[in-house]
């Protein structure tokens, strides 16, 4: 890794007491913490964010502190629970606050669900790719009972995949962080070079 630690913003997209996503989330930036990494965690449940409405998001009150958070970001964390097959309300509502944020920057997904997850996960990759943001080429899934309970991870499988997807954000995200970088510095053409100064 670089001398400037790679910065992650983990949202959690579930408005649950006893979220699962959001012990999955905390576990995953707990270790990345450990790593040596920032992380800056957004609890939409704890920090709830109006409803996006193209003409006045900008002027809601707190919007720019949470662009700030989202722009400094080199990875964004995303978890959420598995809603009829789709991303929950909330999580949906963060992302389309933002587009140009995402630019260049690196999708990690985590889905509670009880069906994989995998129409969630393919949801939030074709956000990231609206977004010109690269993802991960998989999510994690997990379902509580199964894999958390009590607020703890008890699966030894999802320990093992957690701990596959702390070590590719870190990896991939560090690589794409310093092109990312490369990118908005330089006059190479490329897609990044819209949001240039």
């Known amino acids: 890794m670089s001398d400037n630690p790679l910065n992650f913003l983990a949202v959690v997209g579930s408005l649950r007491r006893d979220s699962v996503t959001r012990t999955v989330v905390q576990y995953i930036a707990d270790q990345l913490r450990a790593a040596g990494c920032a992380v800056d965690v ?9 409803p996006y409405h193209p003409d006045a998001a900008e002027d809601k ?20 629970p598995d809603y009829h097959g789709g991303v929950s309300g909330t999580m949906k509502n963060f992302l389309d606050h933002f587009w140009h944020e995402f630019a ?4 990690a997904t985590v889905v509670a669900s009880h069906e994989k ?3 969630v996960t393919d949801q939030l990759r074709t956000i990231a790719r609206q977004c010109y943001a690269w993802s991960l080429p998989y999510g994690v899934s997990f379902t509580d009972k199964q894999d958390v309970q009590n607020g703890q991870i008890v699966s030894d499988s999802l320990n093992k995949r957690l701990e596959m997807l702390i070590r590719d954000v ?18 190479e053409p490329g897609f990044m070079a819209r949001l240039r100064g």
């Not at 957004?42 to 109006?50: A, H, R, V």
């Open 42 to 50: 957004l609890d939409l449940d704890q920090e709830p964010l109006s």
């Open 61 to 80: 009150p707190g919007f720019l502190a949470l662009q700030a958070r989202v722009d400094r970001a080199d990875v964004l964390l995303l978890g959420t």
């Open 104 to 107: 260049g920057k690196l999708f």
């Open 117 to 119: 997850g995998l129409t």
């Open 170 to 187: 870190r990896v991939y995200g560090e690589l794409l962080a310093r092109q990312r970088r490369a990118d908005l510095s330089g006059a």
